[in-house]
């Protein structure tokens, strides 16, 4: 996932605006529409480093992509259908335009039509990958999105007290439980909660995924211990960082000056502390919802939740290139994402990076 946090660095690089012609916009929208279109270039550069590794790459592509027990006959069907005997310009821009405007395949006497985004087909189901991507993305998207309200919660309360706290009994304790969370495997973290909770006390089911439209209520039950094993994990890294950013914060010279003035000790944290050390962790929960949306793989497999992490695995395995082509593009998407959106609310927090 670090490529792609790297990649995330275009969206603010000076050139890149002066082509734009956005250095002329001010305030708030211009830095919005600015971030819009580092996003989309962003987008078109993991596109062609996605294509370029996973296509254009020593061995018999089209092989690989049909699979080990494809006849010579769909082997060369399956390199005319990628284009694997153009110029590599023009097999980019087919593999662009399934992207954005569809394309058809042809699966024996008939032909199938992928619609826009049009990620490729499985030759190992004979699926479409935006399908099969879309049919395991609620079950992911349900898995990171509670586990994120959790370990926001756990992790920035239990920085805010250790920093509140500083040099007490409190702050010791706290800062063993997170170095512990730190330092404990997830599947470690979620075996012992199953054990305990599912097993010895009862006092949940042991999970098993249930659509939010189809029972709301045992959504939420069956992916309760899910959210906790990812969140523990998670809100550990969230209470060191923002341990260390509101001790940074509470020693700046306006937090004295709250204080002098006999602003309460609540009031100095709550409203004016907190708020100035909100900034990195901003950033760090978009780097870890865009990496858990697929890296939350040993969560999936230990919980048997059928998401994105625990299909690219599946895919890997019978070397299913279309469709880990797809999730990485999906993965890579939602990293982009998240981090454009972390960067508003960056600038929401500190309006100082709106003139940046």
């Given amino acids: 996932m670090s490529g792609f946090r ?33 996003v989309v270039v962003t987008l078109f550069a993991i596109s062609v480093i996605v294509y370029v590794v996973f296509y254009v790459t020593p061995g018999n592509v089209a092989q690989i992509t049909c699979g080990p027990r494809c006849s010579p006959a769909q082997v060369q069907q399956v390199a005319e259908q990628l284009h694997l005997n153009d110029p590599l310009y023009t097999r980019y821009w087919h593999f662009l ?47 990171v999105l509670g586990a994120m ?45 199953m054990i305990v909770v599912c097993g010895q006390l009862q006092l949940l089911p042991f999970p098993q ?23 523990l994990i998670e809100a550990a890294a969230f209470a060191r960082l923002t341990r260390a950013s509101m001790l940074e914060t509470l020693a700046e010279d306006h937090i004295r000056t709250f204080r002098a003035y006999g602003v309460g000790e609540r009031s100095v944290i709550g409203r004016h502390a907190l708020r100035g050390a ?45 469709v880990v082509v797809g999730m990485v593009l999906v993965i890579g998407f939602f990293v982009v994402v998240a981090n454009a959106v972390a960067d508003v609310l960056y600038a929401v927090a500190d309006r100082r990076v709106v003139l940046a």
């Fill in 209 to 231: 995924y249930v659509a939010f439209t189809d029972d709301p209520e045992q959504w939420a039950w069956n992916l309760l211990l899910p959210w906790l094993s990812l969140a």
């Fill in 6 to 38: 790297g990649l995330t660095k275009l969206t603010k690089l000076t050139g890149l605006a002066k082509l734009t012609g956005l250095t002329g916009l001010t305030g708030f929208t211009g830095f919005v529409l600015r971030r819009t279109v580092g």
């Fill in 149 to 193: 309200v959790l370990w926001l919660i756990l992790g920035v309360g239990t920085g805010v007290l250790s920093a509140w706290r500083r040099g007490r009994l409190t702050e010791r304790l706290l800062t063993g439980v997170t170095l512990a969370g730190v330092a404990t495997p997830v599947f470690v973290i979620g075996l012992v909660l």
């Fill in 278 to 322: 909100l900034a990195p962790v901003i950033a760090l929960n978009a780097n870890n919802f865009g990496g858990a949306v697929g890296g939350a793989v040993l969560t999936e497999t230990l919980f048997g939740l059928p998401g994105i992490g625990q299909e690219l695995v599946h895919a890997v395995n019978v070397v299913d290139l279309p």
């Fill in 97 to 143: 335009q399934g992207l954005v405007a569809g394309q058809d395949y042809s699966t024996g006497a008939s032909v199938q039509h992928c619609s826009a985004p049009c990620l490729g087909l499985s030759y190992q189901s004979d699926q479409q990958v935006t399908e099969l991507i879309l049919a395991k993305l609620p079950v992911s998207l349900s898995l």
